[in-house]
């Protein structure tokens, strides 16, 4: 189910996965258990039951962002999925241990509550056991999806800051089957990055690849453009824009 990162939420366009080799069986069954408890959790959106999977010292190495460590790293990681009403599905590949280490390596499926896709990719764990009880100590995820084209490629990079009057609207707009992705898509972008502060919800952001710069400059001066950005809650005259610098 889920790992992706997030202290931002970013959706994308996924490689299909390969079949997955069986679950060990035996003692070290303990901790593909423990896995899924952490899916069931997150299904739940309980947050507590989450972080209760890890040690207070826990480190979280997110794709894209520095090593967090501690409870409440663990906390803004999965808050923000939890949050987001995302779930899915963990698929453990080889849970092994010995003495009181072990380590959990398999992959995860990201959804939207309607089944939409936002990341597939794969996990290790490490776990340790702790007072009696298995305890994630280092939590590592990434994404099987292409990493996003760059300058290298005739792109240019854009970063847009704003506002927005209701962050939820916001955020739904960029998810599912028909999100903003797709609208952006027709006007010369080829890859979206999704950002939201961490204490400031309503203060978010944008980073976009755009192929043809013109098209999509077109398109935010346009009717269509504007009435996406009213819907969005998003205040166009509020809004900075950052062109990347060669």
């Not at 979206?192 to 398109?219: C, I, K, M, S, W």
Request: net charge negative.
């Amino acid at each position: 189910m889920l790992r992706k990162y997030l202290l931002i939420a970013v959706p994308m366009l996924f490689a299909a996965c390969g079949d997955s080799p069986p679950v060990t069986t035996g003692p070290d069954a303990e901790i593909a258990d423990l896995s899924d408890r952490w899916e069931q959790a997150l299904n739940a959106g309980d947050v507590d039951a989450l972080a209760a999977l890890y040690a207070d010292d826990a480190r979280v190495l997110a794709p894209n962002a520095e090593m967090a460590v501690g409870q409440e790293a663990v906390r803004a990681a999965f808050g923000e999925m939890v949050a987001a009403g995302w779930g899915g599905e963990l698929t453990t590949i080889e849970a092994q241990s010995s003495g009181d280490l072990g380590y959990n390596v398999g992959t995860f499926v990201l959804e939207t509550k309607d089944g939409g896709l936002v990341d597939r990719g794969k996990f290790i764990e490490i776990w340790q056991r702790i007072d009696g009880q298995w305890r994630i100590t280092n939590d590592i995820w990434n994404s099987d999806a292409p990493a996003a084209q760059t300058a290298a490629t005739g792109s240019t990079a854009l970063i847009g800051v704003h506002e927005v009057g209701d962050a939820a609207v916001w955020l739904a707009a960029w998810r599912g089957g028909d999100s903003r992705r797709n609208q952006f898509k027709r006007h010369g972008v080829v890859d979206v990055r999704v950002f939201q502060h961490a204490e400031n919800p309503n203060l978010t952001g944008l980073l976009v690849e755009v192929e043809d710069l013109h098209a999509f400059e077109a398109f935010l001066l346009s009717e269509e453009g504007a009435a996406a950005a009213a819907a969005d809650t998003v205040d166009l005259a509020n809004t900075t824009l950052l062109k990347e610098v060669r």
